[in-house]
Every structure is written in C-alpha cells, then in structure tokens.
C-alpha cells in the first residue's frame, strides 16, 4: 500500500508541475488585456489516438494534394510517430474574441498577427517552464517524504480541522460530494507516513534526504539559509496520504507548497481513469 501511495504522489506531482507550467504559460503578453489561449490537455488514450488519427488524416491528404509520392509521404509521417507514445498531448488553442474589426484588410489581418504571436509567446512559456529541470540547471521543487499530520485541532498549519465544511461545500457546488472522503482523509493522515517516493529530478523535483529538512529545524536558519545554500529550489511540497474510493475511483489529497515567497494549501480531487489520473477539481484552502 505504501508503494501504491508514492506512485500516487509522484504521478500528482507530475499533474502539479503540468498545471504549473500552464500557468506560467497564461501570463504571456497579449492584446487588449485579453486571455486569448486555451490549453487542451489529452490524457486518455482513445482521446489522443482519436486526435492524431484526425491529424495524420488531414496531413496525408495535404500532401498527397501537393503531389507528394507514396514513399514521401510515408517518410514524413513517421515524424509524427512520437506523439503516440506521449503519455498526454497538450493542444494550444488560441481564442481571439477580443480582437477588433476594422473596415479594412490591412488592419485586420494585423489584428490577427499580433494575436497570434501572444499565442506563440504563451507556448513558449509553457515549453521553457516543461524544461526546466536540475540536470539542465534550471530550478526544482523539494518533496518531503513525510506525509502531512492531520491533527483534529482547529488552527493547524497543515490541514485545519476547522475547514472541513469550507472544502466539503466548495467541492460540492463543483458538483462532487466529497464529505465521505474528507472524514477518510482526516482519518489517515492522524499520523504522519514515510512514503517510499522515488526522486524524478528529469520531472523537476528531488525528494528531500535530510539535505533540505534541516534548514527549517532550530537555529537552521529558514528559507535566508536555504535558498543561499540551494538558490535553485522553488518551493518545498508536501503531501498527505490521499484517500481514496474504490466505488468511484475518486483520490483526495491535499498539498501544502511554501516558498521563500509565500505559499498555498490545496485540495485535489482526482480520477482514475485507466490507470490515467485525471483532476477533476481544485479547493484552495489558503494562500499567503
């Protein structure tokens, strides 16, 4: 069962820096102070393949079109192969109702440009902060082994006792009843578990060895000490024991994530759909 939970975590960790990196991807200039970009994230299979299929369909006839051989055009399509073996296609999806209609061509074909390279601007976003990871120097998130304590005590800096109905009414005006679930998740996080995770510093996090705890004991100095020994880290992430339910294949857990900046507690509320985690809904519960 404690395997089962690392890979749980991990693979919310990778689900955490993919929502990450499109948020950073969202803060890309744009005209008119609009939000022109859209994010489709494929995780199934059958949505994916459906996609490419469509894709390649399309391509074939283009080429074929332009006179392209059999051999040619088999040679190729073979560039796409890749994108089938991608555990999650995300598809950039530029929405341009903001633009502005002029009454005449030249103006509106610039009006088009300029919001297609907010939309290229915001793709590039999202491939630099996909990247970035320590082998590359770039910088990382800190995992603490330990899962969060759940003590049943209003004011807890972890979980607050006191927010259960807040997280309960926020998930259920989502349309999901997680009352059940949230007791479950109390109820196994009393006690603090050491998870077995594995570090993926290629998906940008390390899973802390004793080397980054100690900044944080008496006398370790704080996050002044830390990001002076360790100026790459981001943020250090915990996580409780998700709770799960075998009837609805539904995971809650919660994430605690602190910066020298700030931080944040979140519920996730996920699916498992094929082995496939899919998020269904996000309750923040503070932010500092």
């Excluded at 299979?45 to 088999?74: K, N, S, V, Y």
């Excluded at 109702?97 to 919001?115: G, K, M, V």
Aim: charged share 20%; glycine share 10%.
């Amino acid at each position: 069962m404690a395997e089962t939970r690392a890979g749980i975590a991990c693979g919310l960790m990778f689900l955490y820096d993919l929502r990450r990196a499109i948020a950073a991807a969202i803060t890309a200039p744009a005209p008119h102070h609009s939000t022109p970009w859209r994010f489709a994230v494929l995780e199934s299979p059958g949505a994916r393949t459906a996609l490419l299929d469509d894709m390649l369909e399309a391509w074939i006839t283009d080429l074929c079109g332009d006179g392209f051989t059999q051999e040619q055009i088999a040679r190729r399509v073979r560039r796409g192969e890749p994108l089938r073996r991608a555990p999650l296609l995300i598809v950039p999806c530029l929405h341009a109702e903001a633009a502005h209609t002029y009454p005449d061509q030249r103006r509106n074909a610039s009006e088009r440009d300029i919001f297609v390279v907010a939309m290229g601007a915001a793709v590039q976003h999202l491939l630099a902060q996909l990247a970035v990871h320590p082998s590359t120097g770039g910088r990382y998130d800190v995992v603490m082994p330990d899962s969060l304590t759940v003590p049943p005590w209003s004011g807890n800096p972890g979980m607050p006792y006191a927010a259960k109905d807040f997280v309960v009414t926020g998930f259920r005006k989502a349309g999901e009843d997680v009352s059940a679930m949230v007791d479950r998740l109390y109820a196994l996080n009393a006690k603090s578990l050491r998870l077995p995770l594995t570090p993926g510093p290629q998906d940008g996090y390390v899973v802390d060895d004793g080397t980054y705890a100690k900044y944080f004991e008496f006398g370790g100095g704080g996050w002044k000490a830390l990001m002076a020994a360790h100026p790459q880290v981001r943020a250090v992430v915990r996580f409780s024991r998700p709770a799960y339910s075998e009837a609805s294949g539904l995971f809650l857990i919660y994430v605690r994530t602190e910066s020298a900046n700030g931080g944040s507690g979140e519920f996730h509320l996920y699916r498992d759909s094929g082995g496939t985690l899919k998020l269904l809904h996000t309750e923040k519960l503070w932010v500092r």
